[in-house]
């Protein structure tokens, strides 16, 4: 079993940055799958990025595209989402979720596709 736990939310305003962390105990394999989605209030979770880890090929929601950068630390079984030019939309609880993956396909921005979840972590934007 996989057990992502996120870290690094906060509070922040319209234009700034923040890093979440998400560490996985349990042994992350090489093109197993990790990928951060987001929960605004009275809205459905979404995707936000994935990244198919050992192999580091990434994906991005339109709304993180140019903005936000997933990376993995494999030796630490962590991956990171850097936000930049955040704002109030961005609001929102932000979960890691993490999955066995498929050897011949990168990852996916869909929730079915993912196993194990964290708590989540919460990130404001103030205007």
């Known amino acids: 079993q996989l057990h992502p736990v996120e870290s690094g939310g906060g509070s922040v305003q319209d234009g700034g940055s923040l890093r979440l962390s998400c560490t996985v105990s349990g042994t992350i394999y090489n093109r197993d799958y990790i990928a951060w989605f987001r929960q605004a209030p009275g809205k459905e979770r979404e995707a936000v990025a994935c990244i198919w880890a050992g192999v580091g090929v990434t994906s991005y929601a339109d709304s993180a595209k140019g903005r936000f950068t997933i990376s993995e630390d494999n030796g630490r079984n962590t991956a990171t989402l850097q936000m930049t030019r955040l704002n109030t939309e961005d609001t929102a609880v932000y979960y890691c979720?993490?999955?066995?993956?498929?050897?011949?396909?990168?990852?996916?921005?869909?929730?079915?596709?993912?196993?194990?979840w964290g708590q989540g972590t919460q990130v404001t934007v103030s205007s």
């Open positions: 979720a993490a999955s066995p993956g498929r050897p011949e396909r990168s990852c996916f921005l869909e929730e079915r596709e993912y196993r194990y």
